[in-house]
């Protein structure tokens, strides 16, 4: 199994460093050609805006969009996450536009850009997961297909939508590999 992990922008050098770690091949994506033989990809945080305007560039927006359409697991955090919804409130930014979720950008607040909390999580319901909120997003509705897998502070913070996952915050920015083991998971499943 190969994890793509898209490497335009943002902190997928922890993405590559949380999949070593587990002992998961990984690749970074950088071009069209790079998406040959992955079984799987990561969007990683970073800028949303910027991150999907390189995709565009790259034209990696269409060629992922058809990959996920016939099955391909994505795992988005923070910006992915904005990334897969298709309503980002506010914004016409562009996106891949997969998941049945709006999202609202920076939505816990200026006072409260980062914070380190423990979330919980439904696949691990007996233990909460370790997560890094950075000026994060939250999804903000989620249409019939979107099941909810965590709330925080009465805020939805993780979704999956059959192979697409996404979390607000950055479980590679911690020891916790819950949520990337989680995401292996479900490739296995495909
Ligand atoms: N605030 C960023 C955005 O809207 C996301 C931040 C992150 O990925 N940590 O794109």
Redesign the pocket.
């Known amino acids: 199994m190969i994890v793509g992990v898209l490497a335009l922008q943002?902190d997928f050098a922890e993405h590559l460093a949380m999949l070593a770690r587990i002992g998961v091949e990984a690749r970074e994506v950088r071009k069209l050609s790079d998406l040959e033989g992955i079984d799987a990809l990561i969007i990683p945080?970073?800028?949303?805006?910027t991150i999907g305007k390189l995709m565009a560039r790259y034209e990696l927006d269409k060629a992922i969009r058809a990959r996920a359409q016939h099955g391909m697991p994505i795992y988005g955090?923070?910006?992915g996450l904005?990334l897969l919804a298709n309503e980002i409130e506010g914004s016409q930014q562009p996106r891949l536009g997969l998941m049945d979720i709006a999202v609202v950008?920076?939505a816990f607040g200026r006072q409260i850009e980062s914070f380190e909390a423990d979330i919980p999580f439904k696949p691990t319901p007996e233990h909460p997961v370790r997560g890094v909120f950075?000026?994060?997003?939250i999804v903000s509705k989620v249409g019939k297909g979107v099941e909810i897998l965590s709330e925080f502070d009465g805020k939805i913070v993780a979704v999956q939508q059959g192979n697409l996952l996404a979390t607000a915050f950055?479980p590679e920015l911690t020891d916790d590999e819950r949520v990337h083991r989680y995401f292996l998971g479900i490739i296995k499943a495909q």
């Open positions: 943002g945080g970073g800028e949303s805006t955090t923070c910006a904005i950008r920076n950075i000026r994060a997003p950055h």
